[in-house]
């Protein structure tokens, strides 16, 4: 057992610092830490995605050959690490995480060589087809159709809760190309161009009073062919390869520690009722612990599927377990860190965004304003990317063998 | 970076393993009815197997095991449900006698001919670890006198030697006490795991002038320190054990004309007790792998990790017992005799409460 940083690693570790410390700049932090969405925009996040790119370190994560660094895990969760501490937003997750690693390993040379270099220089923006308004968690019992019509496909349904479909021009689609095969069998993955007649795009705002999500209609849409990923019938399949990256193989822990230690600066100028210090509070004092050591086993619970994956042990149904951990573990440090702020932190701003200029003055502090609406949009963490029940049900089943 | 544990580790593991599980629900019964309530010849093979050496710093003649060595062993004897008193009567006083550069105390208790009971719990001070009143005084010949009392000093009546923590002239101060000495009265009884403690009276015990262990208080909170990481992991092993005899007996229970493991809400139950132990795995991997191992940080860190530990250790022992339905009540089954193991450790050196209160306020 070791966890010792080898010199290469700490040399490593200063080239991350010195690159965040001359190129992250004051208008990307700020970006990030006053959007209470889930996603920060484009205008931030393109920014960031465009530096990132400049230096070669967009897709780290991905295979060496289609564009990976080939870092070790320890480098990985150092980059991780630093990128938390700094601030710095996350650059366009559903193009990087999601359908890129898919078409690195299940694309034809002719996809890869059209969309992979469009994934990595920001000039494509996807958004992920997946739910419909009849299957959530039910995923497999998707309806929206797909019948091929010579070298195309024609498409008519409808997808929801599509993140950022506003900015996308690609979605990646799970369709049913068979409806007499069973359920799972009858799916495929389709790669569709948002810019058409047949594709109408409709805003879904949130309680919080965010749009980041959408309905997307498809009437007599098309795609060509070349646009099927693997075969048809192969959708599932692929579509469980993409929840797997969705779910782990993650970094949640570094950038909740930075969450969890900016609670106890916030609470430093509040006070309680008899006047003391709300950081030296015995309740918050011992709700700020327990959450911070929930946060340190979910590190190590991440570093210890890192380390399995560099041994060659997949991880498989584990990352359903971190999807679980970790976004409860988000949801109750949003659930303290709106409770600090008391009054303050039931201010529901609706000007969007609140890094401008023009963004309303906060009553009190910067971090109240934003409070409530990152925590009601924080409810989504355990409903997306398979609800709580969902990855409870796969745990049991491929875990426990229940 | 790497988890795996290494060839010692488990040759180490495979000996515990072999030595422990042998106790099924019977032997154990007929073990803590012995006077005492355990064996002392299981003690010496407990020893013989290198249990004890590993301990002890190599001039001492241990096998200068980590506190990753010493893990692998406790968690090993937690996931088969052990009742030898490894963690209280051997680790503690032999990192005790390491900590204090004493080679004769230590060496001599390798073999495992002579047991140390650890007399550092007090009524007046709860889970605090600085006495209040226990007092060593100087006698008429340069020697020592001890006054005052303890509680809960475990496996008392089979100790041929107590390990007292007290002052001396209000500076901590901790002492070897042969146990049959003049002016110690102790009452005997039974701790949650069927082991015996003893309450102990000391009044004008009479102590030789070489019977101080050279240890300051700072030392002995890092080694109880280590303690408390040693009871994180035999709790591991415990919580492991709940949970593996918990879903094998749910796959095999029929109730309604199907097995109890076919429900969501026993699924989604058990889901969560592996989810805490992974994390509890977890968080144990960070202590064992902190650089530190002295000082107020270290100190919260381990405290703190035991806080964490606990009170999920003791979520899946209720939840064991719960599925386990009324046979989970009965003495009979593994299950209740771990979750009394586990509210013992748990509570060893400080509960959740007070070692979450101390890393919330010195992390």
Same mark, same amino acid.
């Given at each position: 057992?070791?966890?010792?940083?080898?010199?290469?690693?700490?040399?490593?570790?200063?080239?991350?610092?010195?690159?965040?410390?001359?190129?992250?700049?004051?208008?990307?932090?700020?970006?990030?830490?006053?959007?209470?969405?889930?996603?920060?925009?484009?205008?931030?996040?393109?920014?960031?995605?465009?530096?990132?790119?400049?230096?070669?370190?967009?897709?780290?994560?991905?295979?060496?050959?289609?564009?990976?660094?080939?870092?070790?895990?320890?480098?990985?969760?150092?980059?991780?690490?630093?990128?938390?501490?700094?601030?710095?937003?996350?650059?366009?997750?559903?193009?990087?995480?999601?359908?890129?690693?898919?078409?690195?390993?299940?694309?034809?040379?002719?996809?890869?060589?059209?969309?992979?270099?469009?994934?990595?220089?920001?000039?494509?923006?996807?958004?992920?087809?997946?739910?419909?308004?009849?299957?959530?968690?039910?995923?497999?019992?998707?309806?929206?159709?797909?019948?091929?019509?010579?070298?195309?496909?024609?498409?008519?349904?409808?997808?929801?809760?599509?993140?950022?479909?506003?900015?996308?021009?690609?979605?990646?689609?799970?369709?049913?190309?068979?409806?007499?095969?069973?359920?799972?069998?009858?799916?495929?993955?389709?790669?569709?161009?948002?810019?058409?007649?047949?594709?109408?795009?409709?805003?879904?705002?949130?309680?919080?009073?965010?749009?980041?999500?959408?309905?997307?209609?498809?009437?007599?849409?098309?795609?060509?062919?070349?646009?099927?990923?693997?075969?048809?019938?192969?959708?599932?399949?692929?579509?469980?390869?993409?929840?797997?990256?969705?779910?782990?193989?993650?970094? *949640? /822990?570094?950038?909740? #520690?930075?969450?969890? @230690?900016?609670?106890?600066? %916030?609470?430093?100028?509040?006070? $309680?009722?008899? =006047?003391?210090?709300?950081?030296?509070?015995?309740?918050?004092?011992?709700?700020?612990?327990?959450?911070?050591?929930?946060?340190?086993?979910?590190?190590?619970?991440?570093?210890?599927?890192?380390?399995?994956?560099?041994?060659?042990?997949?991880?498989?149904?584990?990352?359903?377990?971190?999807?679980?951990?970790?976004?409860?573990?988000?949801?109750?440090?949003?659930?303290?860190?709106?409770?600090? *702020? /008391?009054?303050?932190? #039931?201010?529901?701003? @609706?000007?969007?965004?609140? %890094?401008?200029?023009?963004?309303? $003055?906060?009553? =009190?502090?910067?971090?109240?304003?934003?409070?409530?609406?990152?925590?009601?949009?924080?409810?989504?963490?355990?409903?997306?990317?398979?609800?709580?029940?969902?990855?409870?049900?796969?745990?049991?089943?491929?875990?426990?063998?229940? | 970076?790497?988890?795996?544990?290494?060839?010692?580790?488990?040759?180490?593991?495979?000996?515990?393993?072999?030595?422990?599980?042998?106790?099924?629900?019977?032997?154990?019964?007929?073990?803590?009815?012995?006077?005492?309530?355990?064996?002392?010849?299981?003690?010496?093979?407990?020893?013989?197997?290198?249990?004890?050496?590993?301990?002890?710093?190599?001039?001492?003649?241990?096998?200068?095991?980590?506190?990753?060595?010493?893990?692998?062993?406790?968690?090993?004897?937690?996931?088969?449900?052990?009742?030898?008193?490894?963690?209280?009567?051997?680790?503690?006083?032999?990192?005790?006698?390491?900590?204090?550069?004493?080679?004769?105390?230590?060496?001599?208790?390798?073999?495992?001919?002579?047991?140390?009971?650890?007399?550092?719990?007090?009524?007046?001070?709860?889970?605090?670890?600085?006495?209040?009143?226990?007092?060593?005084?100087?006698?008429?010949?340069?020697?020592?006198?001890?006054?005052?009392?303890?509680?809960?000093?475990?496996?008392?009546?089979?100790?041929?030697?107590?390990?007292?923590?007290?002052?001396?002239?209000?500076?901590?101060?901790?002492?070897?006490?042969?146990?049959?000495?003049?002016?110690?009265?102790?009452?005997?009884?039974?701790?949650?795991?069927?082991?015996?403690?003893?309450?102990?009276?000391?009044?004008?015990?009479?102590?030789?002038?070489?019977?101080?262990?050279?240890?300051?208080?700072?030392?002995?909170?890092?080694?109880?320190?280590?303690?408390?990481?040693?009871?994180?992991?035999?709790?591991?092993?415990?919580?492991?054990?709940?949970?593996?005899?918990?879903?094998?007996?749910?796959?095999?229970?029929?109730?309604?004309?199907?097995?109890?493991?076919?429900?969501?809400?026993?699924?989604?139950?058990?889901?969560?007790?592996?989810?805490?132990?992974?994390?509890?795995?977890?968080?144990?991997?960070?202590?064992?792998?902190?650089?530190?191992?002295?000082?107020?940080?270290?100190?919260?860190?381990?405290?703190?990790?035991?806080?964490?530990?606990?009170?999920?250790?003791?979520?899946?022992?209720?939840?064991?017992?719960?599925?386990?339905?009324?046979?989970?009540?009965?003495?009979?089954?593994?299950?209740?005799?771990?979750?009394?193991?586990?509210?013992?450790?748990?509570?060893?050196?400080?509960?959740?409460?007070?070692?979450?209160?101390?890393?919330?306020?010195?992390?």
């Amino acid at each position: 057992m070791d966890m010792n940083l080898s010199a290469e690693d700490i040399e490593f570790r200063d080239e991350v610092r010195a690159f965040l410390n001359e190129n992250l700049t004051d208008s990307l932090r700020t970006g990030l830490a006053r959007t209470p969405g889930v996603f920060v925009e484009p205008d931030i996040s393109l920014a960031w995605h465009k530096i990132l790119y400049e230096k070669g370190w967009i897709t780290h994560g991905w295979p060496v050959e289609d564009g990976g660094m080939g870092w070790t895990p320890m480098q990985a969760y150092i980059y991780e690490k630093e990128v938390a501490l700094a601030g710095a937003p996350k650059p366009a997750p559903i193009s990087l995480q999601l359908i890129g690693p898919v078409l690195c390993r299940y694309g034809t040379p002719a996809q890869k060589q059209r969309f992979i270099p469009r994934i990595r220089s920001g000039e494509d923006f996807w958004c992920q087809g997946y739910s419909e308004p009849g299957s959530g968690s039910d995923l497999a019992s998707l309806s929206m159709r797909a019948t091929q019509d010579g070298d195309k496909y024609v498409l008519n349904g409808s997808k929801i809760w599509t993140t950022h479909a506003q900015h996308a021009n690609w979605i990646f689609c799970l369709v049913r190309t068979d409806t007499a095969a069973k359920k799972q069998a009858g799916i495929t993955f389709l790669l569709v161009p948002l810019d058409q007649p047949g594709v109408k795009v409709t805003p879904i705002v949130s309680m919080s009073g965010d749009h980041e999500v959408n309905q997307v209609f498809f009437d007599n849409a098309e795609t060509s062919v070349n646009n099927r990923v693997g075969e048809e019938g192969q959708g599932w399949e692929i579509a469980k390869f993409l929840l797997q990256n969705e779910r782990g193989g993650s970094c *949640f /822990a570094p950038k909740l #520690l930075v969450n969890i @230690s900016n609670l106890k600066k %916030y609470a430093a100028s509040y006070t $309680t009722a008899d =006047g003391n210090s709300l950081a030296n509070d015995p309740d918050f004092e011992a709700r700020l612990a327990k959450l911070k050591l929930r946060a340190h086993a979910l590190e190590f619970t991440e570093l210890r599927i890192q380390a399995d994956i560099a041994n060659g042990r997949p991880a498989g149904p584990q990352t359903s377990l971190t999807k679980l951990i970790s976004s409860n573990l988000a949801q109750d440090v949003q659930t303290l860190h709106n409770d600090l *702020f /008391a009054y303050e932190g #039931l201010q529901l701003p @609706s000007e969007r965004p609140l %890094y401008h200029d023009d963004a309303p $003055t906060p009553v =009190g502090s910067e971090a109240g304003q934003t409070s409530l609406a990152a925590y009601l949009n924080g409810r989504a963490a355990t409903i997306y990317g398979g609800s709580d029940q969902v990855q409870k049900n796969i745990v049991a089943k491929r875990i426990l063998q229940l | 970076m790497n988890f795996d544990l290494s060839e010692t580790q488990r040759l180490f593991q495979s000996t515990t393993e072999r030595f422990s599980s042998a106790v099924d629900v019977a032997t154990r019964h007929s073990i803590r009815r012995l006077d005492g309530g355990y064996d002392k010849d299981r003690w010496r093979q407990l020893a013989e197997l290198g249990l004890l050496s590993i301990g002890a710093s190599a001039e001492f003649d241990g096998l200068d095991g980590s506190l990753t060595d010493l893990s692998v062993i406790a968690e090993t004897l937690g996931l088969h449900n052990a009742l030898d008193p490894w963690l209280e009567n051997g680790a503690f006083p032999i990192r005790l006698g390491n900590l204090a550069g004493d080679k004769a105390f230590t060496s001599a208790l390798l073999d495992g001919s002579q047991l140390v009971s650890v007399a550092f719990a007090e009524k007046a001070t709860r889970y605090g670890l600085m006495p209040q009143s226990t007092t060593f005084t100087s006698d008429d010949n340069s020697g020592y006198l001890l006054n005052g009392n303890k509680h809960f000093v475990q496996t008392a009546a089979l100790a041929d030697t107590l390990l007292v923590t007290g002052t001396f002239k209000g500076e901590f101060s901790i002492h070897c006490v042969a146990a049959n000495s003049d002016g110690i009265e102790t009452q005997y009884y039974r701790l949650a795991d069927g082991s015996q403690a003893g309450a102990i009276t000391f009044n004008q015990v009479k102590l030789g002038s070489d019977s101080r262990l050279d240890i300051s208080f700072e030392q002995f909170q890092d080694v109880v320190a280590e303690l408390n990481v040693l009871c994180c992991a035999e709790m591991i092993g415990l919580s492991q054990l709940l949970l593996n005899n918990t879903i094998n007996y749910v796959k095999e229970r029929k109730q309604f004309g199907v097995a109890i493991g076919s429900f969501q809400t026993i699924q989604h139950g058990l889901v969560d007790c592996y989810s805490e132990l992974e994390q509890m795995r977890s968080l144990l991997f960070k202590t064992l792998l902190s650089d530190e191992n002295t000082g107020v940080q270290w100190h919260a860190d381990t405290m703190g990790t035991k806080a964490f530990i606990g009170e999920r250790a003791d979520l899946i022992a209720r939840t064991a017992v719960q599925f386990h339905g009324a046979m989970g009540i009965t003495d009979e089954v593994d299950v209740g005799h771990a979750m009394k193991r586990i509210m013992l450790l748990s509570r060893l050196f400080g509960d959740s409460a007070n070692h979450l209160k101390y890393y919330a306020r010195n992390s």
